[in-house]
T-cell receptor, first 111, second 115 residues
């Protein structure tokens, strides 16, 4: 069991570039989440999914899009990266909304 | 508006002593509370939870206390060990009602346990 994996681990983007972060889980969880963590800000929910084919906005969704075409994968897209999107991004999954299993994180820098 | 508040950014304790991490919330609809632990360069891991129908939940060295009237919960670690040094996040959700699928996290408290 790999649990929750995130690809890539690190990325540097220039302003205006696009990228997709991939989250994969092998625990057959229905719920999947994308968070960002910034210094002094804790974990803030970007988007989430309660099942394959569903997505919903979280607390800070602007500038991001997501897709959940397969149950095990949850993709986070940045169409036009901005320096304000420099952050550590965590994916999580769970069988209920509460006890979430987190991936190791992706550190993204936008210059 | 911050609905889950951890007012102490950091806490330092001696090995073997008790660590007490505090969390306050403002949303009276919250009825399920969790603590997560995070080491540097890793994702958070679930530690312990409590439902609002209880006022205490214990798991080994970790105990969570809930005071609903004060909208306050605390995590006690006894005895504290150097390996407990990490950032601790408090989180809350509405467990009943069936339509809420999210956790609201506090900003975290960095615990340092000194040998």
């Amino acid at each position: 069991n790999a649990g929750v994996t995130q690809t890539p681990k690190f990325r540097v983007l220039k302003t205006g570039q696009s990228m997709t972060l991939l989250c994969a889980q092998d625990m057959n969880h229905e719920y999947m989440y994308w968070y960002r963590q910034d210094p002094g800000m804790g974990l803030r929910l970007i988007h989430y999914s309660v099942g394959e084919g569903t997505t919903a906005k979280g607390e800070v969704p602007d500038g991001y899009n997501v897709s959940r075409l397969k149950k095990q994968n949850f993709l986070l897209g940045l169409e036009s990266a901005a320096p304000s999107q420099t952050s550590v991004y965590f994916c999580a999954s769970s069988y209920n909304p509460y006890e979430q299993y987190f991936g190791p994180g992706t550190r993204l820098t936008v210059t | 508006d911050q609905q889950v508040k951890q007012n102490s950014p950091s806490l330092s304790v001696q090995e073997g002593r008790i660590s007490i991490l505090n969390c306050d919330y403002t949303n009276s609809m919250f009825d399920y509370f969790l603590w997560y632990k995070k080491y540097p360069a890793e994702g958070p891991t679930f530690l312990i939870s409590i439902s609002s129908i209880k006022d205490k939940n214990e798991d080994g060295r970790f105990t969570v206390f809930l005071n609903k009237s004060a909208k306050h919960l605390s995590l006690h670690i006894v005895p504290s060990q150097p390996g407990d040094s990490a950032v601790y996040f408090c989180a809350a959700s509405t467990h009943s009602g069936g339509s809420n699928y999210k956790l609201t996290f506090g900003k975290g408290t960095l615990l340092t346990v000194n040998p």
